[in-house]
């Protein structure tokens, strides 16, 4: 079975209004949660999240994948970069304030620092002109400020076109999407192909993934999940999280 990688659950701060949507979706999938010996404590709603892994892996061997390869032929490398670079200083933004609400008060600072130099240097982030000073990205979200306050991420859920997540994340994504400058955009045709822009650019940088998890996963289903939610733990706790809160290391690896 071919493995296509999840689009990000940062993609859903690129859709305004979206969070309320899903958070409402994570509560009612709390009706199908399954049981039994083999189940995993982390993943109780599993049966319900395959169905939708799957369909999420056609929605991008029919949909995404074949977008994202017209645009790669048709825009240079430099574009893209420099696409990804706009993008990645919006969330910037973002970023900075959940910092501050975290008390990471170095990371807050080195963000400012980023999106100042990177916009009025870097003509609005086009370039990445922080980086190649050495001035270090931290990207936070609402989901990770949940975490840092103690908010359990509770079951792991897997969400339609987004994929990974958690209840937690799910619910944390209404302020994420509401705080996304892509969303402020007044015009509606220039805000729509921003947001579509967004989603195309970040599902490119993931090919690499999706070249791991062809290699790797015998299940992929069972190696994003443990990707992901370790994935979670680290960014949380800055790559150093207590061993009762580390998830388990993946272990669907092809023998």
Wanted: some cysteine; overall charge negative; hydrophobic content about 40%.
């Amino acid at each position: 079975m071919k493995a296509a990688p999840f689009l990000p659950i940062s993609v859903a701060r690129s859709v305004p209004r979206l969070g309320r949507l899903l958070t409402l979706l994570a509560v009612l999938a709390l009706a199908g949660c399954a049981t039994g010996p083999n189940a995993d404590p982390r993943d109780p709603l599993e049966p319900l999240n395959r169905v939708t892994y799957q369909v999420n892996n056609v929605l991008d061997e029919g949909i995404v994948k074949p977008t994202v390869h017209v645009y790669r032929t048709v825009t240079p490398q430099l574009v893209r970069t420099g696409v990804r670079n706009f993008f990645n200083n919006l969330s910037d933004t973002w970023s900075l304030l959940n910092n501050l609400l975290q008390g990471k008060m170095g990371h807050a600072v080195d963000t400012f620092a980023r999106i100042n130099v990177n916009t009025l240097v870097g003509f609005g982030g086009i370039f990445n002109v922080a980086g190649d000073l050495g001035i270090e990205q931290h990207r936070e979200d609402f989901g990770q400020t949940m975490g840092v306050w103690g908010i359990p991420a509770g079951p792991y859920l897997v969400l339609p076109i987004l994929g990974p997540s958690s209840i937690r994340d799910t619910t944390a994504l209404v302020a994420d999407s509401l705080a996304n400058p892509t969303g402020q955009v007044p015009r509606v045709q220039y805000r729509n192909l921003m947001i579509l822009l967004s989603i195309i650019d970040k599902r490119e940088s993931l090919r690499g993934a999706e070249a791991m998890l062809d290699d790797l996963a015998f299940d992929p289903y069972s190696f994003t999940r443990d990707f992901y939610l370790q994935l979670r733990q680290n960014e949380i706790y800055d790559g150093n999280p207590p061993e009762e809160a580390e998830a388990p290391a993946p272990t669907s690896i092809k023998p």
